[in-house]
């Protein structure tokens, strides 16, 4: 299989990945379920929800000098150091929050309110929590918002689309790493590159709430200076969003406690818990690194397991796309349009868009979940999806999201319910 296809982990080690994670194959309940809604939040880690238990019954304060404080500190500590290792970033600052969404929006405020410009640019696929944060801003500090198209044919935005919107004036670019809704990857490579030979001290904030579960993120290579995920994305918990701030981006004005660097952008004590959380995400990721090599540096574990990660992910695509195991794949199969589609893998996530003839997105969502199978409507009236399937021309779309402790064997099931709902008059 090449390596625009992907490779499929071994059975040995897909059936210990399998194990690893909380309801895969069963809901709560014991009924057999395939959970192909991962990007709206993954299947659980059952580490991650060990180590969050663990340490979330302690009642002691880590701002504290006895013995279990010092041990809160340390998980907090390690749990930092293992954000940076998530991004591959030096120095800077980490925000935790309550959401992603929420740390989006004080980035953006920081910036907008402090910073001399007339205009900030991003796109119209944002998700809310960006695109609004801009827009807010704009009026609020009176600056033009200029907004980047989609490209309907392979769901992203094209990196001249964006650059062209930059000028010597502009303040922000956020733009986010990939789409929730199509899967497209943003080259956020080559943005960065030539956002920058435009303004040079141009402030770039990114979205990876979705990418960041499917694909390396090296800060060292697109220097940006904000950047969120969300734990409950990538195989953790609900209940924190996390950023990376650059160091200037980190001493612009905030809320902060009067008596603590300017750097720091924390408020209040944060959970320990949230950390072990992080660290038990990227033990996990460097033990499947750790399958196929011999490396020590926990960066390079965790860089190796995520290449795996979106290796197992491209085939499974593949798989959707063309078929597998004599099942006939999505873009073959009758009565079953889908939604920007182009050949080259390597520039999506495990995300397919697809539409039918007989059946309306909430429709067939309805039909999915009665022969077990759990997508998400994408509708033009969604406060989280209308702007971006407007760009597109489209007014609905199902959206499925598998993830990597998915096999062959379960898109080929979802491809059999795929056909036989394309079917239904």
Known sequence: MSSNQGQFFPESLMQEIKSRFHFVDHDMDGRERLFFDNAGGSFRLKAALEAFA????????????????????????????????????????????????????EMVRAVMENVPGTNAVTTILEHPSSFDAMKLYCERTGKALRIAPSDPETGGVDVDAIVSLIDA????????????????????????????????????????????????????????????????????????GIAWLSGRLAELPHHRLEAKQKGVWELGSPAPAQFAVVSA????????????SDAEDRRELFVQGMQRIESHERALLAALLDGTDGQCGLRAMKGVRVFWDHDDLTKRDLIAGIGFDRLDPAAAVREYEKRGVI?????????????MLKSFGLEGAVRVSPLHCHTARDI???????EELALID
């Not at 004036?169 to 956002?195: C, F, H, P, Q, W």
């Not at 995400?281 to 750790?290: H, L």
């Not at 033009?380 to 999806?385: E, I, K, M, R, V």
């Not at 080929?412 to 795929?418: G, N």
């Open 54 to 105: 663990s340490v979330d019954a302690l009642p002691d304060c880590p701002e504290r000098i006895h013995e279990r404080a010092r041990y809160l500190q340390d998980v907090q500590a390690r749990g930092e150091e293992d954000i940076r290792r998530i991004f591959n970033a030096r120095g800077g600052s980490i925000y935790p929050s309550l959401t992603a969404s929420a740390a989006m929006f």
């Open 169 to 240: 004036d502009t303040v922000l670019l956020s733009v986010m790493y990939a789409s929730n809704i199509s899967g497209a990857k943003l080259d956020i490579a080559a943005i960065v590159e030539r956002a920058r030979a435009k303004r040079p001290d141009l402030f770039i904030i990114v979205d990876a709430v979705q990418h960041a579960p499917h694909a390396v993120i090296d800060l060292q290579k697109t220097p940006v200076d904000g950047i969120n995920v969300a734990p409950y994305k990538f195989f953790g918990c609900r209940g924190s």
């Open 281 to 292: 995400i990227v033990d996990y990721v460097a033990w499947i690194g750790g399958q196929s």
């Open 375 to 387: 997508v998400y409507e994408r509708i033009g009236t969604s406060l989280y999806s209308g702007r």
């Open 412 to 418: 080929a099931r979802f491809l059999a319910v795929t």
